[in-house]
């Protein structure tokens, strides 16, 4: 699964506002404070310095603070347009400022943005409690909500009103004063210590080097592997030496590929051990203060969990139908994972290895096993899938099914060099949306892949304003004479992140906080996991896996082997995936406060499962950030139900063709477009025509249905 963030997440909360327009005056020498004079009005990044966030954001407090006021001020009766609409449109220079630091503060950070969001953090969560526990503008909220079915209002604006009376009331607008003090001093104490955590993974990914000077200890790597950890090395004034960091672009092909057994040790040693150790980046102690904060305003709010808090809101529901989808798999996964540990002990004792797999192990003899068993080498792979082939495959797909065109545009500013920027059309040139797509790790950013958004699609005045998405990745970079070359699996990330993009660019709703992703996280991965789909079809393959020298198209045998190939290794996959996913719940179940050291705490949770010494949770409690610094708390099981949707979904596709126009014309209108103006089950149902299959979901897995526990 891919790490990915859907929306700005900088204290927890996401205000839901519309862009206003501020006096020039207010903005004269502070560009975040003034109009933006720019191509499509996007982010004036090059003038831009960390010193005007401060005082933008502030007097962007103000500025909702004045129309919150006038809200409650009305003297008249409180109607859907002159309370809910209003309170919709409020905030909107708050939320486009806050909106371009949260996203730069993942992307491109530096030591004076993260202080600066711990100290506005406290700020930003004492003003939305001052909106959600406002006792006046509740009441005006609670008396349209009450008197809805004389309104006649249309379905989006009903999705509207339930949204805004539902985030009062989950905020805490029924509580006592008393309560509502102690809410407010666990969510000051909660938007700190996330960005606290996710702070500290960046800092321990960035201080770790595995730095080797003995060329014969680079045995097994391969050349392009080679060559960029020595450029790490040069650029870490290390010349004449290499240098391999936790990167995933760095790090995961060490352990695939490096014959050294204790440098492989070594590096997942350091891996694994991440916010684990004694010191000022140690995040033991702020993942306990985090569940138990979250487990008590839960409590405080009259939920069980905070699992059955955030649930109420999801597909899912509620804890117990998560916990059916994942004991439903997690047998079948196991049994097959433990044969694929079986198979990699019988190679390590063929290599005169004795004792138990190790977590350093099982990269290593997995991509062995791969190549004896299919002839399948991903290295043979990798030069068929250079990042510009691929992101012209990915723009060829979405042409064939959407009609989409791309353009890259130079004239519009970059938060870094590293950066494209991208016009979005419809077929007959009409104007879609803006995309930036960031591909490549620097220690500025934060590790994984994700899809944000700089200005959200709505509609105004009977006008769309167009939708500025992002995408950001950690690809392997560009070496010397040689391009960026994607592994399959990064290759498959980009298709995810792309389908968020799509999701994103293609919204078409008149109200913002119900644009694009605004759906629930359990259905938010149906558009980016059912692009992955297309990414492995021979067809598509043929589309745009040609090799960056030769240009020659993928070679048929290539393809076959990639296909018998599809479900090797996927019990470690799912096995590592589910654990993390109970992990998950296990923090966020709790009904009790955390006493214990959650190193312990996670292994006993891991020993509960029966889940082998040989594989982690994909996560470990330390570098968790889905769910410490991200918008997954008791929801990373999400890709998991979002998979039984994708792989259904496409399975309507490949019942007529892969770019069936009416297949792909019924899934923009009823899911990409919608963003969540309907319920999820309701959307899915109305592209489908039915409820979804697992069955899918196990072929695509090679897990047998005969396995699954009923």
């Not at 969001?117 to 001052?130: I, T, V």
């Not at 299919?374 to 979405?398: A, H, M, W």
């Not at 960056?548 to 045998?557: F, L």
Request: overall charge negative; hydrophobic content about 35%.
């Amino acid at each position: 699964m891919k790490k990915l963030s859907i929306a700005l997440i900088l204290t927890g909360i996401t205000l839901s506002c519309n862009r206003m327009n501020t006096s020039a005056t207010i903005g004269e020498d502070n560009p975040l404070l003034a109009e933006f004079q720019t191509p499509y009005d996007a982010p004036p990044f090059d003038l831009i310095k960390n010193e005007h966030y401060k005082p933008a954001i502030l007097e962007a407090i103000r500025e909702q603070e004045v129309e919150i006021e006038a809200i409650t001020a009305i003297k008249d009766a409180p109607t859907f347009d002159n309370t809910i609409v209003a309170l919709e449109n409020s905030g909107s220079l708050l939320n486009r400022i806050t909106t371009i630091f949260g996203n730069l503060n993942s992307a491109n950070t530096n030591d004076t943005l993260q202080a600066l969001a711990q100290e506005l953090a406290p700020e930003l969560s004492k003003h939305n409690d001052d909106i959600y526990l406002n006792e006046k503008l509740f009441a005006r909220v609670k008396k349209i909500w009450d008197t809805q079915v004389s309104l006649k209002l249309n379905p989006e604006q009903a999705k509207l009103l339930e949204k805004k009376y539902k985030a009062f009331v989950r905020s805490g607008a029924n509580l006592d004063a008393k309560q509502k003090e102690r809410l407010r001093a666990i969510n000051s104490e909660l938007s700190v210590l996330s960005l606290k955590f996710g702070d500290n993974v960046l800092a321990e990914n960035n201080a770790y080097q595995l730095v080797i000077d003995n060329k014969k200890d680079l045995a097994g790597l391969p050349e392009e592997v080679v060559q960029a950890a020595a450029d790490d090395a040069k650029a870490a004034q290390k010349n004449g030496k290499w240098v391999f960091t936790l990167q995933n672009a760095s790090v995961m092909p060490f352990l695939q590929y490096a014959d050294n057994r204790e440098l492989r040790k070594k590096i997942w040693t350091a891996y694994q051990n991440r916010g684990n150790n004694g010191n000022e980046f140690d995040n033991r102690t702020n993942v306990v203060h985090l569940a138990n904060l979250r487990s008590e305003k839960a409590r405080l709010l009259g939920y069980t969990s905070h699992a059955d808090y955030v649930l109420e809101e999801r597909m899912a529901k509620n804890p117990a139908n998560v916990y059916e989808l994942l004991d439903k798999l997690w047998k079948p996964a196991l049994e097959k994972a433990k044969a694929e540990e079986t198979d990699i002990k019988k190679m390590m004792a063929a290599d005169g290895i004795s004792g138990e797999v190790q977590p350093y192990d099982w990269r290593y003899y997995t991509e062995k096993i791969r190549k004896e068993r299919y002839d399948l080498d991903e290295q043979e792979i990798k030069p068929y899938f250079s990042l510009d082939n691929v992101r012209n495959g990915i723009f060829l797909v979405t042409k064939n099914l959407y009609g989409l065109q791309f353009r890259e545009l130079k004239d519009v500013p970059k938060y870094h060099e590293d950066v494209t920027v991208w016009e979005v059309t419809e077929q007959d040139g009409k104007h879609v949306g803006i995309l930036y797509m960031d591909f490549f790790p620097r220690a500025s950013k934060k590790g994984g892949a994700w899809m944000t958004s700089y200005r959200k699609e709505k509609i105004t005045n009977g006008t769309r304003v167009a939708p500025i998405i992002s995408i950001v990745c950690n690809f392997s970079k560009p070496t010397a004479g040689n391009p960026a070359l994607l592994t399959f699996d990064e290759t498959s990330t980009f298709f995810h992140e792309f389908g968020h993009a799509l999701h994103g660019l293609l919204s078409n709703v008149t109200y913002e906080s119900l644009s694009g992703t605004s759906v629930p996280t359990d259905f938010v991965e149906l558009p980016s996991q059912i692009m992955e789909n297309w990414a492995a079809e021979p067809e598509v393959l043929k589309m745009y896996a040609k090799h960056y020298k030769t240009g020659e198209v993928i070679p048929d045998a290539l393809i076959q082997k990639l296909q018998e190939s599809a479900t090797f290794d996927q019990g470690f996959a799912t096995v590592e995936y589910l654990a993390a996913s109970y992990l998950d719940l296990n923090y966020h179940s709790l009904m009790q406060p955390l006493t214990q050291n959650v190193i312990p705490f996670e292994e006993e949770a891991m020993k509960r499962l029966g889940l082998p010494p040989s594989i982690i949770p994909r996560y470990r409690s330390t570098y968790y950030n889905h769910i410490f610094n991200g918008g997954y708390s008791a929801g990373y099981y999400s890709y998991i139900w979002s998979g039984v949707l994708d792989t259904d979904a496409f399975d309507a596709f490949k019942q007529k063709s892969l770019f069936d126009p009416a297949t792909a014309k019924s899934f923009r209108i009823n899911i990409l477009q919608n963003g969540g103006t309907r319920d999820a089950q309701e959307m899915y149902k109305a592209f489908r025509g039915a409820e979804p299959s697992i069955e899918p979901l196990l072929r695509k897995r090679g897990l047998e249905s005969s396995k699954v526990a009923k």
